[in-house]
């Protein structure tokens, strides 16, 4: 824009001029009225008005160009910072999506050992009743024997002793095999839920008998032996609220032997069979075969 100005004011300058010395050479110095001396006082300072004009504008002009450095500069400054503004941005979604990942995953084991715990406390109960009847078995026996035999036999018991009497029913194997197995007694509770199995085959506890023989193999890390178990209750016990279980357990056995695959087969099995199966068992086993698949990162 000043630009502008001063190529429109550049022709009166130079008319300016050139009135003045056209003035200047047509009248001689004597000649000049008083007239003529007071037009050439006011061109002059009409010139002397010009140059200051000019002096302006080239000043108006060096300020704009340092204005439109300094708007470029700033535009520059402006677009570092949205480019900044929008990386950062970008690492808060990743960092928000990790921490939605990690909740989601700490939620899934919370519920899943929630359902576990349901479990175990549907077994405490007759686990305790074999406890309480080992107790009073083991006090029977005391009575018993001989006078004076009873401090040994109580020595033997501190030592791991066993001799028992059998069980006469099959309520009672079984109890006192959970009893074995929930003291950590593992050695004595394969043996015990092995004889329930060969002395009661068909007995209504049976499918627990060979699951629990799968769960003891478990705690004891022996895993390939668990898949074993788990195949007997899934193959010979189907139809029973056993069988969610041992497909779900033999999933996790998998997993610990590193033949995720086959965990996977396992957990989609649960899930589509129990569509179908409104028993709290399978439904049961359905919420943590969908837990277990969400934590592989497999579509459930």
């Not at 047509?26 to 001396?37: C, F, I, K, V």
């Not at 965990?263 to 409104?278: G, H, S």
């Amino acid at each position: 824009m000043a630009s502008v100005l001063f190529s429109r004011l550049r022709p009166l300058v130079a008319l300016l001029a050139t009135a003045t010395v056209a003035v200047g050479a047509a009248t001689p110095a004597r000649a000049q009225s008083r007239e003529q001396q007071q037009t050439l006082a006011e061109l002059r300072i009409l010139q002397e008005q010009t140059a200051e004009l000019q002096q302006a504008v080239n000043l108006l002009v060096e300020q704009m160009k340092e204005l439109k450095d300094s708007v470029k500069t700033v535009s520059s400054r402006l677009d570092s910072q949205s480019d900044q503004a929008t990386k950062n941005s970008a690492d808060i979604r990743d960092v928000i999506t990790t921490l939605s990942r990690t909740v989601s995953t700490l939620d899934q084991r919370v519920g899943e050992n929630n359902i576990r715990v349901q479990q175990v406390e549907q077994e405490i109960a007759p686990i305790r009743q074999g406890l309480t009847k080992l107790s009073d078995a083991l006090a029977q026996a005391l009575q018993q024997l001989p006078a004076g035999a009873g401090g040994a036999s109580a020595a033997g018991g501190a030592t791991g002793g066993t001799d028992l009497a059998p069980p006469t029913s099959p309520n009672d194997a079984f109890d006192q095999a959970m009893g074995f197995y929930m003291t950590s007694q593992y050695d004595l509770a394969i043996k015990a839920f092995k004889e329930y199995l060969q002395q009661f085959p068909t007995a209504p506890n049976a499918c627990k008998a060979q699951y629990q023989l799968g769960e003891t193999h478990f705690a004891q890390n022996k895993f390939a032996e668990a898949v074993a178990d788990y195949d007997v209750v899934i193959k010979q016990y189907k139809g029973t609220d056993c069988e969610p279980d041992a497909y779900f357990r033999q999933g996790k056995a998998y997993e610990q032997l590193k033949q995720v695959p086959k965990a996977v087969l396992n957990y989609q099995y649960i899930r589509k069979a129990a569509a179908d199966k409104p028993s709290d068992a399978w439904q049961n086993d359905d919420a943590l075969a969908r837990q277990a698949l969400n934590r592989l990162n497999i579509k459930s």
